[in-house]
């Protein structure tokens, strides 16, 4: 599976953006997919789960109620929506694949199919 990540760009704090992850050479079915972030000279971090098995979705706490994670019907792409951001929501956002267990699944080492990444600028 090769994945594509957009929609990244310059936004002012308080303001949204979309970033979509799309897919090709197969589906997210049965994949676990997360959205991660690496912010200016920090490490890399899971921001959203969506987990195949059931539909669960998860969120690192400075996320949740701004950030959605959601996919397409025909499982081709996976989008992460963002509101409310933030100057430190800055980062290269990177959506990835894998099948972590749930205890692993902020772990960007159980992913083994990522894209190539997307700068998100919040200005405040």
């Known amino acids: 599976v090769q994945l594509q990540a957009s929609g990244g760009g310059l936004v002012q704090a308080g303001g949204s953006l979309r970033l979509a992850c799309a897919a090709s050479?197969?589906?997210?079915?049965?994949?676990?997919v997360g959205w991660f972030r690496q912010p200016p000279g920090k490490e890399r971090e899971g921001v959203a789960v969506f987990r195949w098995s059931g539909g669960s979705t998860y969120y690192r706490d400075s996320v949740k109620g701004r950030f959605t994670i959601s996919r397409d019907n025909a499982q081709t792409t996976m989008y992460l929506q963002m509101d409310n951001l933030k100057p430190e929501d800055t980062a290269v956002y990177y959506c990835?694949?894998?099948?972590?267990?749930?205890?692993?699944?902020?772990?960007?080492?159980?992913?083994?199919?990522w894209g190539q990444g997307t700068l998100v600028t919040v200005s405040s």
């Open positions: 990835a694949v894998g099948r972590p267990a749930l205890s692993a699944m902020w772990s960007d080492k159980m992913y083994y199919y």
């Open positions: 050479g197969g589906t997210f079915t049965s994949y676990t």
